[in-house]
Nanobody, 121 residues
């Protein structure tokens, strides 16, 4: 019904930048909150940043001042600009969306397949 496809991950040196993108496609009626989570080896998945359909944002303390989340509602796409990356940011980053498909008109929680971000020291 709704698919999320991430792109933009890769290998970067400490202090570098990356921009992640996540495009939602399929039979979409509406998308509410969108966000980015990450999961490092041996750790639980954690929230990185989230954004409402109106543009209000929420960040984890460990990325405040370094990462910026934004979205293009016309393109059903959410972005994560990551600056001043640190080795501890190394993880698989997952896109998340609370979306309503055309049928049924109910809210579901969708996940992307994940994209690897590796920061070398």
């Amino acid at each position: 019904q709704v698919q999320l496809v991430e792109s933009g991950g890769g290998l970067v040196q400490s202090g570098g930048s990356l921009r992640l993108s996540c495009a939602a496609s399929g039979s979409i009626f509406s998308i509410n909150n969108m966000g980015w989570y990450r999961q490092a080896p041996g750790k639980q998945r954690e929230l990185v940043a989230a954004i409402t359909s109106g543009g209000s944002t929420n960040y984890a303390d460990f990325v405040k001042g370094r990462f910026t989340i934004s979205r293009d509602n016309a393109k059903n796409t959410v972005y994560l600009q990551m600056n001043n990356l640190k080795p501890e940011d190394t993880a698989v980053y997952y896109c998340n969306a609370e979306a309503v498909p055309q049928r049924p008109r109910l809210t579901f929680n969708y996940w992307g397949q994940g994209t690897q971000v590796t920061v070398s020291s």
